[in-house]
């Protein structure tokens, strides 16, 4: 794995945005961080799996650091205990390991820096920066202000000594939620909303995933980033773009506590894809209401999902390269995602056949007794990758599709006195007919074959006007379950303000077919192992159902490249 994604790093165009002109100028002679090593951090909220918006997101922290040979750190965001787990923060480090990137010993928690960020709280108090504040939720909303009035607090010029009074027993735990508030001294008539006087700490009577019941107050975002950042030697901090109307804040608590280094916040626009939902929230909710079989899902957007779907650590890399770093928001087609897929796949999948709704095939002047192999390519893209035997008899296993017993114009398939078909590697054969059940359904092809056009060429050259039919082994194929997936909402804003995006899921979004063949070497695959089901599309085993004796196999990506390039 390291060795692939060292060579897919270095076989990257190199590329420049906007961030990186920033970084240049900093580190250039005269700028800010002349001569020091570029340091960014990566901070998920350990309270959900990471979805392909992080991807975007974690690809320009540690691609960046790699571009400049900085250091980039992993950080769990777990300042606030609500919905946090390990069991997340396991699955991020899980999912940046599988995309290829590493933290080395530079992985820390937000919660490691609960008793200095209480530290520079109690600075800020006795600078005349902070005060603790007994307005309620409502209250607060009440003098909040609006556009051209400032907002008001009646606790503004408590004493310094009060505050500090207060704020240590807000820590001690005698008050409880919303009773209290620490906010921060600014601007009360600021346009910005962020900047009247905001909260840096809140009261919360709740249990900390590692810290226990040892904190009853919690550092709000806002104040706790720029503190961890400053204290990591963080020089420059990506951000999504809803964070622009709080740099303001991320640079005053830089100012005006007593830090060791000034990080530089820089900011880009959120990744967004049709067909799909980013938010935590409503994925959570997917997930607990049965909506999806769970996170990991392979119609959910998250990580977890797309890789048990057969996607690539090459192909969501090259996505999130090839759709760039902008300024402003825009919505990138599902069907791109997909496009990278398709490259990745095309050129590495190993070629196999497959009957994924079968109807069986006789060829009739076949002898009984006779069984025999052919040859197929592996995959004629990859000059190494060889050729395999697999077996041939008299009885096979074709598409239903593949017959029609009154044909419709230009069908090049099978039907009663119809032209020549191949058989994938094998040989040319002829219908002659089908035998039905009594319902009248067809459960049987009849045909013909050429024996001297082993491989599928007629020995006299005649040339052959039907169309190629992969085929399996009836005699040796294996049993398996095939997974069709669609697009998990057929609207694609789904996200959209005025919608439920409950009401948006697409009820066709996932078709499970049984009875499936496929070619016997299957049974030995392992997972994530991706082939080319020819003629199908791109499929691979399934990393959690799947098991010797009941082989399950999802469909990564279609052949067919809707993306218009």
């Known amino acids: 794995m390291a060795e692939d994604m060292k060579q897919m790093q270095e076989e990257a165009p190199e590329s420049r945005n906007f961030i990186h002109a920033f970084i240049e100028e900093d580190i250039a002679p005269g700028g800010q961080y002349e001569g020091m090593t570029v340091h960014t951090r990566f901070p998920p909220e350990p309270n959900g799996y990471l979805h392909i918006g992080h991807c975007k997101a974690l690809t320009i922290d540690f691609g960046t650091a790699e571009k400049y040979h900085g250091l980039c750190n992993l950080r769990m965001d777990d300042t606030n205990p609500t919905k946090e787990d390990e069991e997340y923060v396991e699955a991020i480090k899980e999912d940046i390991h599988w995309l290829g990137f590493d933290w080395g010993d530079r ?23 902070a005060y603790v504040c007994q307005l309620s939720p409502e209250e607060f909303r009440a003098h909040r202000g609006d556009i051209g009035v400032p907002a008001t607090s009646p606790y503004r010029d408590r004493p310094m000594e009060e505050s500090l009074d207060l704020f240590a027993r807000m820590r001690a735990g005698e008050f409880p939620n919303g009773a209290m508030t620490l906010r921060a001294k600014i601007d009360l008539a600021s346009g910005n909303f962020n900047m009247r006087d905001p909260v840096i700490y809140r009261i919360n009577h709740m249990r900390h995933h590692r810290q226990g019941d040892k904190w009853c107050i919690y550092p709000m975002y806002d104040f706790a980033h720029p503190i961890q950042d400053a204290l990591e030697g963080v020089t420059h901090s990506l951000c999504s773009l809803e964070f622009e109307a709080h740099r303001p804040l991320y640079n005053w608590v830089i100012e005006h506590c007593d830090l060791p280094s000034k990080p530089r916040q820089i900011e880009f626009a959120r990744l967004g894809i049709d067909h799909t939902v980013m938010s935590k929230r409503k994925l959570r909710a997917l997930v607990e209401d049965g909506k999806v079989s769970g996170w990991d899902d392979p119609r959910m957007p998250t990580l977890c999902g797309l890789r048990r779907r057969g996607y690539t650590p090459k192909s969501i890399r090259n996505f999130c390269d090839r759709i760039g770093v902008a300024k402003s928001t825009n919505v990138v087609e599902y069907g791109f995602l997909e496009h990278c897929l398709r490259e990745d796949l095309n050129e590495t999948a190993q070629r196999v056949m497959a009957v994924l709704r079968p109807v069986k095939l006789t060829i009739t002047n076949y002898p009984e007794d006779k ?51 191949r058989l994938k590697g094998a040989y040319l054969i002829t219908c002659t007919g089908c035998a039905k059940d009594d319902d009248g359904n067809v459960v049987e092809i009849l045909a013909e074959y050429d024996p001297d056009s082993r491989g599928g060429d007629p020995a006299d050259g005649r040339k052959v006007k039907g169309a190629t039919i992969h085929w399996v082994d009836a005699a040796t194929a294996a049993d398996a379950e095939v997974r069709l997936y669609d697009n998990l909402f057929s609207d694609a804003a789904p996200d959209a303000a005025d919608k439920n995006f409950l009401d948006c899921l697409n009820p066709a979004s996932l078709e499970i077919l049984t009875g499936c063949k496929v070619e016997a070497g299957l049974q030995n695959a392992v997972a994530p192992s991706s082939f080319q089901f020819m003629r199908l599309g791109y499929f691979c085993l399934d990393s959690k159902d799947s098991k010797p004796g009941h082989l399950v196999f999802n469909r990564s990506v279609s052949l067919k490249d809707s993306f218009k390039k």
């Open 107 to 129: 992985f820390f928690y937000g919660s490691d820096y609960f008793e200095e960020d209480y530290r520079q709280a109690v600075g800020l108090i006795k600078k005349g920066l």
């Open 371 to 421: 069984h025999e192999t052919v040859s197929v390519e592996n995959n004629p893209l990859d000059p190494d990758a060889g050729i395999r035997e697999v077996t041939f008899s008299r009885h096979l296993y074709i598409e239903a599709d593949d017959f029609m017993e009154v044909p419709v114009p230009k069908y090049k398939r099978l039907y009663p006195g119809g032209p020549e078909c």
